[in-house]
T-cell receptor, first 114, second 110 residues
Framework: DAGVIQSPRHEVTEMGQEVTLRCKPI?????LFWYRQTMMRGLELLIY????????DSGMPEDRFSAKMPNASFSTLKIQPSEPRDSAVYFC????????????FGPGTRLTVT | GNSVTQMEGPVTLSEEAFLTINCTYT??????LFWYVQYPGEGLQLLLKATKADDKGSNKGFEATYRKETTSFHLEKGSVQVSDSAVYFC?????????FGTGTSLTVIP
């Protein structure tokens, strides 16, 4: 299995631009998670989906952030407009089911907003 | 509520030293427990897991035992190598939720 795939691996953009991060979960996994990691705040859960349905988006920082999962093999995290404080590494993870099942992480997207 | 507390870092050890990274948890019900490792520039990787009390998870020389009586899941390795330098995260999964600790940075010097 190819594991969780994320693209792009690196993104540099200017403040105010729209950014779209992409994720392909492991085939057969029913749950998908988006995390953000920074030195200051550590690893933060932004949102997670179960069977393509958003279950908990309480970690999404504000309305500038949105996430979709149109099918079982694809999810996007969009930031519009982007701000310098959004600079972070964004990880996508998937698991067989939510809860007590191990999560498998992608390599991350390093976002820099100037 | 549910939570995971792990020891503050950073931890610096000499090669071949013994490693312990403490992790304690608070949970309702019967959680599964995990250790993840993150090497520089990479995502988190599952290192080991335990799904019930007294289970021992092990991988790559690392071990952790699920202790219900002390609500702990401490990570140990008998002889660390330079290649073990990474950040280690303790995690708990229960019900519909998954919780990560804050991570402990380990540096192993030759």
């Amino acid at each position: 299995d190819a594991g969780v795939i994320q693209s792009p691996r690196h993104e540099v953009t200017e403040m105010g631009q729209e950014v779209t991060l992409r994720c392909k979960p492991i085939s057969g996994h029913n749950s998908l998670f988006w995390y953000r990691q920074t030195m200051m705040r550590g690893l933060e859960l932004l949102i997670y989906f179960n069977n393509n349905v958003p279950i908990d988006d309480s970690g999404m920082p504000e309305d500038r952030f949105s996430a979709k999962m149109p099918n079982a093999s694809f999810s996007t995290l969009k930031i519009q407009p982007s701000e310098p404080r959004d600079s972070a590494v964004y990880f996508c993870a998937s698991s067989l089911y939510q809860g007590a099942y191990e999560q498998y992480f992608g390599p991350g997207t390093r976002l820099t907003v100037t | 509520g549910n939570s995971v507390t792990q020891m503050e870092g950073p931890v610096t050890l000499s090669e071949e030293a013994f490693l312990t990274i403490n992790c304690t948890y608070t949970a309702t019900g019967y959680p599964s427990l995990f250790w993840y490792v993150q090497y520089p520039g990479e995502g988190l990787q599952l290192l080991l897991k335990a799904t019930k009390a007294d289970d021992k998870g092990s991988n790559k020389g690392f071990e952790a035992t699920y202790r219900k009586e002390t609500t702990s899941f401490h990570l140990e390795k008998g002889s660390v190598q330079v290649s073990d330098s990474a950040v280690y995260f303790c995690a708990l999964g229960t019900g519909n939720q998954f919780y990560f600790g804050t991570g402990t940075s380990l540096t192993v010097i030759p």
